[in-house]
């Protein structure tokens, strides 16, 4: 009895086994909560966001903004070029 026929097809079905774990692996769809528990080796950062988020947080923790509103609105005349520049 020759068993290479069974014995390949033995690996065939291995191979296919194989591969479609491996795609429903790549299939899989992750939520924030996984992140938390996975062990990251690898970073990606977008340099210029990232300075862009940075500069943003470091002006919002240092500006101060004094306003008062007016305690009475003020009535403006004007004509209808000044009400069309302002629109």
């Known amino acids: 009895m020759d068993f290479s026929q069974e014995e390949g097809g033995s690996e065939s079905e291995q191979q296919q086994q194989q591969q479609l774990a491996a795609e429903a692996e790549l299939e899989r769809v992750f939520n924030k909560q996984d992140f938390r528990r996975m ?7 977008d340099q210029h966001a990232a300075d862009e988020k940075a500069t943003f ?4 923790a240092r500006l101060v903004l004094n306003k ?3 305690l ?14 302002l629109r």
Do not use: S
């Open 39 to 45: 062990v990251v080796d690898v970073f990606i950062v």
């Open 72 to 85: 009475l609105p003020k009535d403006l005349q004007l004509g209808p070029l000044d009400q069309a520049i």
């Open 57 to 60: 947080e470091r002006l919002q």
């Open 68 to 70: 008062q509103p007016l």
